[in-house]
Structure formats: structure tokens, C-alpha cells
């Protein structure tokens, strides 16, 4: 029993991922239509924004410190990050320290600004084009992001740590009357996950409480309707894109700690956040979340020896094959709506 | 001639005189002067040329022909090269039982896959093919590892029975006694031509395929699968099951696959469960889609502009940019070495992804549209009447 539990708390962090980046993926397929095979690469922007932010906060300039010496005798050169000499060393200290959370100001600017010029700049020319062209497009443009991101910070993954104060754990089990020391939670992940709910909470009401998000519904579900109302739908798709792209950035900022970010991170997300928005039903909001937790949490269960014993290999191959008796049963998934994208 | 029309007779003796002819045409410069650079008539890249245009040959049957976009034919390429290597283990070097059951169980497994996949249309048929090649991926490196020797990879032992290698035979893949990595080089003047074994033995199943391609195109069978992509509904209606062509047209882009895989365990006797993952299924569609799907040739130009294109490009690096431009102001130099090498070398990917969606956007036919196009407007210039003759689609 606490192993099960243990092991559904473990899931849920990549959970969390899956959850995010397929609600961004639906978001676009609801609106504009479009498969976008580029939404891993925009995680892993994301998570280089955290890489770019550690970087920036850290840039020092160098001083001569007459009074000590290095081992050679010459006087010692003293590296002060930038931030220290404005705010003082505590205060700067801190600020490094919590630059993973603080590149999510970082991240907003930068994934808006993305995910406007790719729907101004190219996708916006695909929604006439079959659905085979808007993957295969979107698939060249992942590759030339992974690569620009290859070429400028190299190839090997870049740690980047959480704050010091998320650095432990957490005894969860303690605290909800199991024995302690059996469930034990990195503190991180707990933040991620807390984190995942709070952007998905938003998501969801900007969509039912702003008349923004209001008329974003309206024209989901009858595009041409809306048009002829007089509202220029078209601009509101294309904020609406930008959104999706700041939703996977997040995403892909805050797990950055979790698993240290390599140019190649975002094509093994992609890959299983397909997988989480046909389970969950194509254009489905509450669906993709749904889905994206539902198999988070089972990947990390199938990965119970209890459960490997049984059937070996269950645990690489779980999500797949339950997409595969997914779509083979009920084709529109979970929770997705009759007739779209049913074929 | 050969069953074949007059035009497509035509395409086929160009494509077996550009095959025969390749060590020369791939090395088109002599091999010391500062052009014998771009040069491409290494054995290992013309191999390769072949093989993946067999593969691309055969994924075009599938995805040119009824518009079925899958993303999961490296995992017939995999099945294939596993079974050849195991067929080097049990039976010997010779490639013709290796090349053989790489066939048969590519097909069997395809028959497996497409049966299920193509239940389904569209996107939903990507993902699943997706599905399916990322968990034969992950069995290979976990739970198959008896079958396939995991990260390692599989490969020849020593210990192996090799029941069928008699006491002479090589020990690298041969065909009755040629060894495939052989190659006999001739020099005329300053040029060095070599004529590897392995790449003719490559070639000439790939012309066979590209028969098989063109006699498919042109059948009451090719017909029927364009049917399917123009429309599948109409098609059922008039009293068609679509779904035993679709089928077929998996398998047998399948069992291409399979012959690719086949060929590549025989100009290396090795197989790792890379080849199977995701990417590598990704490298045939934008083979195939530059080359221009549906098209004949499209699959064959693809192949060899990649293939080529990846060769010279990667080979570029550094210091070789900075001797090409030293030409250039000091200032100027260094930009530029470093606009380009972002490009080169390492960079090659970057290039291929943004060609990629060039011909996406700009050429949704491929480069044979383009040549088509180039071909009309030089032909408009001449005559200016021939505007409703000159309207060929693509066959597509």
C-alpha cells in the first residue's frame, strides 16, 4: 500500500509535464486546427530559458584582491557575480539561487514572443494545407530549434539546480499518517507538481471566467459563426497560440531542475505528449490533463518490481500500449467529443 | 519494353545507367585538387545512397500512393537488420539467406502492425505507427535483449555455430565468396574511381526494387491505392473494401524496409535498436518528401541529395572554412566562418531541417516539381501555345 502510494506520488511530476504540454498541444489543435509537432521543441526552450537565466545571474566581473594571495604569491583575482555587487552578497546570493524559478520572468516575454512569430510567420500559411503537411512543417521547424539550441549551448546535458530551500525532501507519509521515513518526496517535484496545478487552474479559468476566454470557446466550437459576428477570431487564435507556446515554456522551465536539460529533451516529450492527447480524446481540454496525469501515474506504477515480475518490460512500454487499446476501442478517447477528428 | 511504357522505360534506363555509372559521376573531380572536396564516391556513402533510396522506394509506395503518413518504418528497417545479423550467427557470412528472411520477417511483422494501425486514418495512423516503433525500440533495449543483445547491439561472435560457413569462406559478409567491403579502385589521370562490391550489390536490388515500384504505379493495384488517398469514402461506396490494399501497401513498403535493414547488416554486420528509434523513421519521410512523394524518382533524388549533401556538409568544418574564405578582410572572415560553420559540420541537421521546410512550404511536390517547374518555364519561353499539354500533374 505505501508503495503504491509511493510510487502514484512519483508519477505524478512527469505527469505534471505530460499534463501541461498536451493541454498547450490541444489548445492549438482546438483553435487553430493544427498538429504541432514543434510543441517539444517549445518545452526545451523553455528549459533553456532556466539554462540562459542561471547563466545571466551568474556573469561576474573580476577584481584584484590586493590583500590575499594565491599559492603562486600574485594577488588573488575575485569573481562577484554582478547581482551581489547591486544587492549586496546576501541578497544577490539568494537571487542566484533561485534563478530556476525566477526565469519564469524570463520565460513569459520570450515564449510569447515565439510562439506569435511561428503563428504569424509559418503556421499561419498551413491552416488550408492537409494535416500531413502542418506535421511535417512543424517537425522540420523542431529539428532547426533543437539544433539552433545545439549549436549555441552545446550538445551535454546543463545542470541546473532548484532552490537550495527545494533541495530535500519532504516525509509526506508523516504527515498524512502513514509510518515516517517510508514515503519521502523530493521537495521539487511536490513543488511541480503544485506549480502544474496552479498554470492548469489558470488555463481553465481565463478560458471560462474572461469574456476573452469566452468568445476563444465560442469560436472552438463554430469558428465561421464567430467571424461573422464581427469579432476577428483570427487575432485571438493567434494569442491564443502564444499561450500554449508560454504554457509549454513553464513547463519546461520548472522541470529543468528535475531533469537537466540537453538540446534533445523536448523530441522524448513530444513523442509521449501525442500519445497523452489522442488517449485523452483530440481537442479535449480536460482530457489531455486528465490523460496526462492518468499515465504519468501509470508508467511509475508499472515500474513496481511487483509488477515487472509479472510482466517484464511492462514499464517501457505502458503508455503505448495503452494508446494503442485506446484508439483501437474508443477512438475518440477519454473524454474527446463526438465526430472531431474521429476518422 | 520490360512491361513498361516508353516514358517510364526511359526513366528506368536513365536510373540503372546513373547507378552503374555513380562511382564516376559522385567522384566528378579529380581527386587531389581543391575541388576533390565535394567528391562523394566513398563505398560507404554510395552504399548507403542505395540502400536508403530502397527504403525511401518503399515508404513512397506506401505514403506517395495513399497518403498514409508513417511515422514508424525504422522499426522494420531494425527487425530486418536483426534478422540478417542472426542469420549471420546461425547460417554463415553469405548475404543471400540474411537478405532473404530480413524480408520475410519485416514482412510478418508488418502484416502484425499495419493489420491494427490501419484501423485507423490520419493523424491517429501516425501516432500509432509512432507508437508501435517507439515500444519495439524500448523491448529491444529492455526485455528482448536475449534477441537483440541491447545497448551493445547485435553482433557476430566467434562461438557461433555458423552452420552453413564452409572452412575457407570470408569472415565479413559475402556474396558465394566476394566480400561485400571489397572494392577494386582505377585511376585515370588524376582521377581515382573506386567500385566497391557492396555498393553494386546494393544498386542492383535497388533497380530491382524501382521495377517493382514502377510495374506497382502503373497496376490496377496502384490505381486502387490512389483511389484511397484522393477518396476513401467514394471508394467504399462503389463497393471497395479499401482496407486489404492498404494493408498491402504497408506490407510491401514494409518488406522494402526490411531489404534495406537486410543490406545494411551486410555492409556492417552490427544491428543496434537505434535504427528502429523514432528520428530514424523521420529521416525516410523527409528523404522521400524532398525527393517529391508520389513521384517515381522523387524517393531516388531524395536519398542521393541527402545522402550526399550530409557527406560533403559534415566533412566541413572549421579550419577548412577559415582556408576557403582567407580571401576575405579579417573582419569579414570571422562573421562569416561563423555564419556558416553553424551550418556545417555539426550543424548539419540545422541544414537539413530548414531545407526540410523550405521544400514544405515553397515545393510540396518535392524537387522533381521543381524541376518540373524549371523544365515548363524554359519550355514557356519557346513555345507559348503549349499551356494545356504542359499542365502535367505529378503522378500523384
Known sequence: MDAIFLQTLNGLDKGSAYALIALGLTLIFGTLGVVNFAHGALFMIGAFCAVTMQRLLNLSFVTIDETQKDFLGNPLKVETPYVESWFGPDMGAAIINWSVPLAIFLAIPVMLIVGFVMERGLIKHFYKRPHADQILVTFGLAIVLQELVKANYGANPIPTPAPAAFSGSIDIGAALGFDPNVIIYPAWRMAYFVFSIIIIGAVFSFLQFTTFGMVVRAGMSDRETVGLLGININRRFTIMFAIAAVVAGLAGVMYAPINSPDYHMGMNFLVLSFVVVVVGGMGSLPGAVLAGFLLGVLESLASMNEVKNILPGIDQIIIYLVAIIVLLTRPRGLLGKKGVMED | ?396
Open chain 2, 1 to 396: 519494353m520490360l512491361g513498361l511504357n516508353k516514358k517510364d522505360f526511359s526513366l528506368f534506363v536513365f536510373v540503372t545507367i546513373f547507378m552503374a555509372l555513380a562511382p564516376i559521376i559522385f567522384n566528378l573531380f579529380p581527386t587531389d585538387s581543391a575541388l576533390g572536396f565535394f567528391n562523394g564516391g566513398y563505398p560507404d556513402m554510395m552504399q548507403r545512397f542505395a540502400i536508403f533510396a530502397i527504403f525511401a522506394i518503399g515508404f513512397n509506395i506506401l505514403f506517395g500512393l495513399t497518403g498514409y503518413l508513417s511515422f514508424g518504418h525504422a522499426a522494420f528497417l531494425g527487425v530486418g537488420s536483426y534478422a540478417a545479423v542472426w542469420m549471420f550467427k546461425l547460417l554463415g557470412y553469405n548475404i543471400i539467406p540474411a537478405i532473404v528472411l530480413s524480408i520475410i520477417v519485416s514482412g510478418l511483422f508488418s502484416v502484425l502492425i499495419g493489420w491494427i494501425s490501419l484501423r485507423r486514418s490520419g493523424i491517429y495512423f501516425s501516432i500509432l505507427t509512432l507508437a508501435f516503433a517507439e515500444m519495439s525500440f524500448r523491448l529491444a533495449y529492455s526485455v528482448l535483449t536475449p534477441l537483440t543483445n541491447g545497448e551493445t547491439g547485435l553482433q557476430v561472435y566467434n562461438d557461433d555455430p555458423q552452420i552453413m560457413a564452409g572452412a575457407n569462406s570470408p569472415d565479413a559478409p559475402h556474396l558465394f565468396g566476394i566480400k561485400m567491403n571489397s572494392a577494386s579502385t582505377i585511376n585515370v589521370g588524376p582521377w581515382d574511381f573506386t567500385f566497391p562490391v557492396g555498393y553494386y550489390v546494393c544498386a542492383i536490388l535497388m533497380l530491382i526494387s524501382f521495377y517493382l515500384s514502377i510495374r506497382i504505379f502503373r497496376s490496377p493495384f496502384g490505381l486502387m491505392l490512389r483511389a484511397i488517398k484522393s477518396n476513401q469514402t467514394r471508394m467504399a461506396y462503389t463497393g471497395l473494401n479499401p482496407r486489404p490494399y492498404t494493408l498491402a501497401a504497408f506490407v510491401i513498403s514494409g518488406m522494402y524496409a526490411g531489404l534495406a535493414g537486410g543490406l545494411l547488416a551486410a555492409m556492417d554486420p552490427l544491428a543496434g535498436a537505434e535504427r528502429m528509434q523514432w528520428t530514424a523513421s523521420g529521416e525516410v519521410v523527409i528523404m522521400t518528401i524532398l525527393g517529391g512523394a508520389g513521384t517515381l524518382f522523387g524517393p531516388v533524388l531524395g536519398a542521393g541529395t541527402i545522402k550526399y549533401l550530409e557527406n560533403v556538409f559534415s566533412k566541413m568544418n572549421e579550419g577548412l572554412l577559415h582556408s576557403w574564405f582567407s580571401f576575405l578582410p579579417d573582419w569579414l572572415e570571422a562573421p562569416v566562418v561563423w555564419l556558416i560553420s553553424a551550418f556545417t559540420g555539426e550543424g548539419w541537421h540545422l541544414t537539413l531541417g530548414a531545407l526540410f521546410m523550405v521544400v514544405i512550404i515553397f515545393l510540396p511536390g518535392g524537387l522533381v516539381e521543381g524541376f518540373q517547374r524549371i523544365w515548363k518555364s524554359t519550355r514557356r519561353k519557346t513555345s507559348g501555345d503549349d499551356d494545356a499539354n504542359a499542365k502535367v500533374t505529378p503522378a500523384e
